[in-house]
């Protein structure tokens, strides 16, 4: 990254984990200096058809929409300077910034919004994520699949004005705004350039592309944003095949993730990395996924079993490293309405419990389960250090001997959708900062993304309930209410939460890398 060419704020934000200096630190005065990598992702990529899984992807920082979560994860206006709900909650009206304008100089108004949306889900785009992010919009749906000349509920008031009319009242229809799908573009640009416009695109967001190719992204600041500016003028994305920790180490770079076989040598005290380590919680959960309508799932007596057979805490602090943290919940730590799961509410390591749950089913212990096999994704034959202690854990609290199935991953996603594993391990990661993208995503009856064929009819009308809830508080009790049955129910084994690990050079300030949601490069200040 080089730093701007005008003085910093006066007190510059500190990192979470470090102690403010005793003075001040000096602004660096040499904007020339260096490039340096602040990420290891490719930004040639049209959103509206493929989904980013983070916010370290440059493509991200350089297209916005109406809406981006800052770094609390608050759902604060971008291109629009305000908006106003209707008493009903349905329909939303939003102003643009009249200033609003795409890097080139051109204005940005209503009718791109709307171009914009109706280009994601275009029956030509066909996009696979597009409704998932803006199906809420009437007529989205039927004009995605070739019913409807356009989306009825997108209406131009003015060049400044659009209204938004979704088919109830959703308090998370807002986040779900700040996901790079409902990003503007420029989609004159788009249709005139079909196969290259991402390559060269015309941005919207605080930085523009400068360059790319197989061995560097360079972003420099785009002027014509009427948001937050960033506070560097310039940053590159070195993607050559170099080892980015040694590349950190000699000081080329000045922010790079890692993980695998260096975190030992970072979490070394004693090392001088250590004081430049950054573990940031993701908003995530890893865990396994059990096939209700497939025997013996088909009993919640086994699921249970099972459930309380999982010692979380071994599984973050010894075969994990403390690299990531126990999973009681399906929420994740950060994510708006978790709350920590108080014991004897919802399944935590008692083998006594486990083997007597087990012995209580339809199948009267292990003796009388089938075949269990757990799929993960993975060609090479080599089990992970969880999977092996999976393994282990059923064994010695209920003996059952079970195997791992390795599938290649996009044959896995498939065979999810398709419901077709008996039990699989798998990952979820935020996509907007609500607990609908979890809970109701993933446990709604009707969910296409419910992989497991899990169905409670009280969880059912309490997730109806939160979607159309207006009041925060009661919203969030809705939630709380549907994920204990939910983990007592135990579609799901929560495992762990994850965590995030960086190196990051003392003289950067204002890095959080946030739950990879919020686009944080406008953060970045530099210091000598």
């Known amino acids: 990254a080089e730093p701007a060419d005008e003085e910093p704020a ?3 934000a500190e990192p979470a984990d470090e102690e ?6 000096e602004p660096a005065d040499d904007p020339d200096t260096s490039e340096r990598q602040l990420g290891t992702h490719t930004s040639g990529v049209d959103y509206s058809v493929e989904a980013p899984c983070d916010a370290t992807v440059p493509g991200s920082q350089i297209d916005y929409g109406i809406f981006v979560p800052n770094a609390e994860l608050e759902v604060i206006p971008a291109l ?3 908006w106003d709900t209707s008493p009903d909650g349905r329909t939303l009206t939003f102003y643009l910034h009249h200033e609003a304008a795409f890097e080139d100089g051109k204005p940005i108004r209503a009718a791109d919004v709307v171009a914009s949306f109706e280009r994601a889900c275009s029956p030509e785009l066909a996009s696979p994520v597009a409704l998932s992010y803006l199906d809420d919009i009437m007529g989205a749906s039927e004009f995605a699949y070739g019913q409807a000349s ?3 509920g997108l209406e131009v008031v003015d060049e400044h004005t659009v209204r938004i009319t979704i088919d109830s009242p959703k308090s998370y229809f807002l986040p779900k705004l700040t996901y790079p799908t409902a990003a503007i573009i420029d989609v004159e640009q788009a249709e005139r350039d079909p196969d290259t416009w991402f390559i060269e695109p015309n941005e919207s967001g605080p930085f ?3 360059e790319i190719s197989r061995d560097r992204i360079v972003l420099v600041r785009n002027e014509r944003y009427v948001g937050q500016q960033a506070n560097i003028s310039r940053a590159t994305y070195d993607l050559a095949p170099r080892l980015p920790i040694t590349q950190y180490e000699t000081g080329e770079i000045d922010i790079t993730a890692f993980g695998g076989s260096e975190l030992d040598r970072v979490l070394d005290p004693y090392n001088p990395l250590h004081n430049e380590y950054l573990a940031v919680p993701e908003l995530s959960v890893q865990y396994l996924a059990l096939n209700v309508d497939e025997p013996p799932f088909d009993d919640p007596l086994v699921r249970q079993a099972l459930a309380y057979a999982v010692d979380r805490e071994k599984l973050a602090t010894l075969v994990l490293n403390r690299t990531a943290e126990a999973a009681h919940t399906v929420l994740p730590p950060n994510m708006p309405g978790y709350r920590p799961a108080a014991t004897g509410t919802v399944p935590m390591f008692d083998s006594t419990k486990a083997r007597a749950l087990l012995e209580a089913s339809s199948y009267g212990g292990p003796d009388g389960l089938p075949p269990i096999a757990i799929t993960v994704a993975g060609t090479t034959g080599h089990l992970s250090e969880i999977d092996r202690a999976l393994l282990a854990m059923f064994d010695e609290t209920l003996g059952i001997e079970m195997t791992i199935e390795q599938v290649e991953w996009a044959d896995m996603l498939q065979d999810m959708n398709q419901r077709r594993f008996q039990v699989y391990s798998a990952g979820w990661i935020a996509d907007y900062p609500d607990p609908q993208n979890f809970l109701d995503v993933q446990f709604h009856s009707a969910s296409p993304q419910n992989h497991t064929g899990y169905s409670n ?10 979607r159309v809830e207006q009041d925060e508080v009661q919203r969030m009790a809705l ?18 939460h994850g965590y995030a690990h960086y190196l990051v050079k003392p003289y950067i300030r204002g890095f959080r890398g946030n739950a990879a949601l919020h686009p944080w490069l406008c953060d970045i200040i530099i210091f000598n």
Do not use: K
């Open 10 to 12: 006066d007190e510059p």
């Open 20 to 25: 403010p200096a005793d003075e001040p630190a």
């Open 80 to 82: 629009a300077e305000r």
């Open 150 to 152: 356009g989306i009825a």
């Open 208 to 210: 523009a592309l400068d």
């Open 457 to 466: 009819s009280e969880v059912d009308r309490l997730l109806e309930r939160a």
């Open 479 to 496: 939630y709380a209410d549907a994920e204990r049955i939910i983990l007592n129910d135990a579609p799901w084994i929560s495992l762990t």
